[in-house]
């Protein structure tokens, strides 16, 4: 029986009329855009950064006049959460503690610990517990294609393994 056989027609006696007409499926461009979509959601990461003004707990750290003398208190604060944006959030990541002075790396990037960094780090510490102080934000990483542990450097090593070829 072909495609094209109606029973209406067949009552009445008629046969089909014209050539039979195949519906143009398009499930290559569905397929290709379910992939580019999943590919996109994978690329696309949280992460979470320190905000870019510093919090107002920060403001508070106790200094002594001869700092004051030289910078006022909204200076410093924003000196320090500006050192901390650039330096110490690549070192420590959210959600963990600062430790109770600044560790070597930090100091020797900037030379030695000025009495400034050893008067911002404890005010730092307490703005870095705070939910306030970081805002989520998101990065497009492709590193999960070609992680040696990850999803799709596993995927392949198993079909390699399921067709008899030793991955490297």
């Known amino acids: 029986m072909d495609r094209r056989y109606s029973p209406i027609s067949d009552m009445y006696g008629m046969a089909p009329d014209g050539p039979f007409r195949r519906r143009k499926t398009r499930t290559w461009i569905y397929v290709l855009l379910t992939i580019a979509g999943f590919f996109a959601l994978q690329s696309i990461q949280p992460v979470m950064r320190l905000r870019p003004d510093p919090p107002q707990s920060l403001g508070g750290a106790s200094l002594s006049p001869v700092d004051l003398a030289h910078a006022s208190q909204p200076q410093i604060a924003r000196a320090c959460w500006d050192y ?17 002075s600044p560790p070597a790396p930090l100091v020797r990037r900037r030379g030695n610990a000025s009495a400034v960094d050893l008067q911002c780090w404890p005010g730092l510490r307490r703005a870095w517990k705070q939910p306030q102080s970081w805002v989520r934000s998101y990065k497009w990483s492709t590193a999960w294609v070609t992680d040696p542990n990850g999803p799709v450097q596993g995927t392949i090593s198993q079909a390699l393994e399921w067709f008899g070829i030793k991955p490297w």
């Open 84 to 100: 901390a944006v650039a330096s110490v959030q690549n070192v420590f990541p959210y959600g963990g503690d600062l430790p109770t």
